[in-house]
């Protein structure tokens, strides 16, 4: 299965404590989702995108997800993110993937975009912090 990741999934150690694996550096290939903007969300430090028709999301498309990849994923994002299937842009060409797409009435954004560097910089170690907690206690985890 393939994910257009815009958010945290983005970072290769998010992406590897969420999966119990690291993913290679290709395996990120860049994307975008056009038609869409991306702002942090109320109350955390993490993204959601919302249609925007002057919009374009930078991200990447991860391919060869498992059942059980994609089972860790939807945990990782919870109640407020639903999979839909949307079209995004790789290399010029558009095509349909699977993203996770937030619940507007569960998540609320804010007025203030979201960047991937600035998370790093700015909240990447408390929000790692946090992950590892939460996962320590999942059957069958462990760090990679």
Known sequence: MRFFFYGTL??????????????PAQAFVPAELPGWSRWRVEGGSYPVSLPDRKGCVSGAVVSG???RDVAHLAAYEGAGYRISSLRVRI?????????????VSRLKPTNRPWDLTLWQR????????RLV????GRRGYSRP
Do not use: C, N, Y
């Open 122 to 129: 700015q909240d990447k170690k408390s929000f790692v912090g």
């Open 65 to 67: 997800l498992s059942a």
């Open 133 to 136: 907690k939460a996962l320590s």
């Open 10 to 23: 983005l970072d290769r150690d998010v992406t590897a404590l969420v999966l119990g694996r690291r993913l």
């Open 91 to 103: 290399a010029g060409k558009l095509t349909t993937v699977s993203v996770f797409e937030p619940i």
